[in-house]
């Protein structure tokens, strides 16, 4: 036992638990558990990537500044307001920690992100969840209303994670005109790429039109990259320079900045995979349907099954199918959309759940 003391608002928080192999009695099974994309990363990226290793014992850039030149290029937007991070958990964490303390409070919608809540209490700050709608989507107005003189930072996951829903423009709109200018609004956009919903804001003009937005964006998703940790901040250069004092130094290695700029050159080839995904997207969402099963609409890469107390059971006859999901005890579970033959082991699982 050790004689340390700890902070004991971390006692809050759930120990990190493994996630399960994705092997069953063994089966092999899908990993649709994380939201990862299912391609390999594209062989520019590849070559890049490998072109790069011979340089590995030297640190990364810190600033990572042809990156954030591509960054700041591609939105036409000052590479000033560009802060990058190791994955954008690490730009959420850093907007937490550089805008609340102790005593200071983070709204984010419930169920959302998991690591909202984490990061929040890492930073010695306090989380106010507020619940989602009846068709799980944020309750914008419930959040303004949930503004205290302690918040500092707000979260808004558009599409939400787990649930996929998105906001509409004008209720974006009208809820950063009830938010003071002094409270930060974080537009969480890690799965922007998935979204074909026409009424959807897009985050990137909202922060050109309010000083206190900030977008966060993630090349792990539709880009392809997690394993390898880089997503970025689009601040005001006032904040995004705050979130570069606050920054693990050297967070974003150099493979991570090189295989990031290699897919924003190839972007045209990724959302053809991004299509793709959408396409497979849209044949579950019809199968699940004529099967009667009610998940929310997604525009996002996965699924939300609102099963309560049916869960862990619905969860094992998904496993039973070799579809490992993200369960979340008592109140749902999350399936991401894979490739074929993993999305027809979903659309198998379902059948049998709706049978039973
Ligand atoms: C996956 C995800 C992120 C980004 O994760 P990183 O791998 O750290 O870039 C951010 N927000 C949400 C809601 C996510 O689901």
């Given at each position: 036992m050790t004689t340390v003391n700890l902070r004991s608002d971390l006692e809050s928080l759930p120990a990190y638990k493994p996630g399960r192999a994705p092997v069953h009695d063994g089966q092999v099974l899908h990993k649709l558990s994380s939201n990862e994309n299912p391609f390999p990363p594209l062989e520019s990226v590849q070559t890049a990537i490998g072109a790069t290793i011979g340089e590995v014992n030297r640190y990364p850039q810190m600033a990572a500044h042809e990156l954030a030149a591509a960054i700041?290029?591609?939105?036409?937007?000052d590479p000033e307001s560009i802060a990058l991070g190791s994955g954008s958990v690490e730009i959420i964490s850093q907007l937490i920690r550089a805008v609340a303390g102790p005593g200071d409070e983070?709204?984010?919608?419930?169920?959302?992100?998991?690591?909202?809540?984490?990061?929040?209490?890492?930073?010695?700050?306090?989380?106010?969840?507020?619940?989602?709608?009846?068709?799980?989507?944020?309750?914008?107005?419930?959040?303004?209303?949930?503004?205290?003189?302690?918040?500092?930072l707000i979260l808004v996951c558009n599409p939400n994670n787990p649930t996929g829903t998105t906001i509409a423009r004008r209720e974006l709109e009208e809820f950063l005109e009830s938010v003071p200018r002094s409270v930060a609004v974080v537009i969480d956009e890690a799965y922007v790429h998935f979204d074909r919903d026409p009424e959807s804001p897009d985050g990137v003009d909202f922060f050109r039109r309010h000083?206190?937005?900030?977008?966060?964006?993630?090349?792990?998703?539709?880009?392809?990259?997690?394993?390898?940790?880089?997503?970025?901040?689009?601040?005001?250069?006032?904040?995004?320079?705050?979130?570069r004092k606050v920054a693990l130094p050297f967070g974003v290695t150099t493979l991570a900045q090189v295989a990031a700029r290699a897919s924003l050159m190839a972007e045209k080839e990724l959302q053809t995979r991004v299509d793709t995904l959408i396409n497979e997207r849209l044949r579950v969402a019809s199968?699940?349907?004529s099967?009667?099963?009610?998940?929310?609409?997604?525009?996002?890469?996965?699924?939300?099954?609102?099963?309560?107390?049916?869960?862990?059971?619905?969860?094992?006859?998904?496993?039973?199918?070799g579809v490992l999901s993200r369960a979340f005890p008592e109140d749902g579970f999350r399936v991401s959309i894979g490739d074929k033959v993993a999305n027809d082991a979903i659309i198998a699982a379902a059948t049998e759940l709706s049978t039973l």
């Open positions: 700041s290029a591609k939105f036409d937007i983070v709204i984010y919608a419930w169920r959302s992100f998991e690591a909202y809540p984490l990061l929040t209490v890492a930073a010695g700050a306090r989380g106010v969840g507020v619940d989602l709608d009846s068709d799980y989507r944020h309750n914008l107005p419930a959040m303004a209303a949930a503004v205290t003189d302690r918040t500092r000083p206190n937005v900030i977008v966060a964006h993630t090349f792990s998703k539709a880009y392809g990259l997690a394993g390898l940790r880089v997503g970025y901040a689009i601040a005001p250069p006032k904040i995004a320079t705050a979130l199968a699940l349907r099967l009667g099963i009610a998940v929310p609409d997604s525009q996002a890469n996965f699924f939300w099954f609102p099963f309560g107390k049916d869960t862990n059971d619905s969860v094992k006859t998904f496993e039973k199918h």
